[in-house]
């Protein structure tokens, strides 16, 4: 099975559908624009095929994501402004790494994120 990932205007992903492979098979070769066409035929607008396992475009695109065209990647929305992307992987990291006691102890310590102080706080 293929997924699909249907684009906005914006490139932003607005329906991520599976396909199966016999839609994208073109000469005994699995194709991406074999399984476009099939998703135009049936919805219209812009798809681009995505990888449940990340093999291609970076990450599985979800619904609110963002294809980037010039990485070839779908990226997912920015949790906060002061996270940054990592491009090896285009996914967001925060400007501080969360404490390594994090999942340790009993009961497992837990932090989350505070954008207004750019810190990690234990939740």
């Known amino acids: 099975m293929a997924h699909f990932a249907k684009l906005d205007e914006n490139n932003v992903v607005t329906q991520v559908i599976v396909v ?8 005994g070769q699995e194709s991406e624009e074999k399984g476009i066409a099939f998703c135009q ?3 219209g607008g812009t ?3 995505t990888s449940y396992n990340g093999n291609i475009r970076k990450n599985y ?4 994501y963002t294809f980037d065209a010039g990485r070839d990647a779908f990226i997912p929305p920015k949790p906060y402004n002061s996270w940054v992307l990592v491009e090896e992987t285009c996914q967001w990291k925060a400007p501080v790494d969360m404490p390594a ?14 954008e207004a102080t750019t810190s990690w706080v234990e939740a």
């Open 47 to 49: 798809w681009k095929q």
């Open 61 to 64: 695109a979800g619904i609110g």
């Open 41 to 43: 035929s049936l919805f």
């Open 20 to 27: 199966h492979n016999n839609e994208l098979i073109n000469n």
């Open 101 to 114: 006691d994090a999942g340790t102890g009993e009961p497992p310590k837990r932090y989350s994120w505070d």
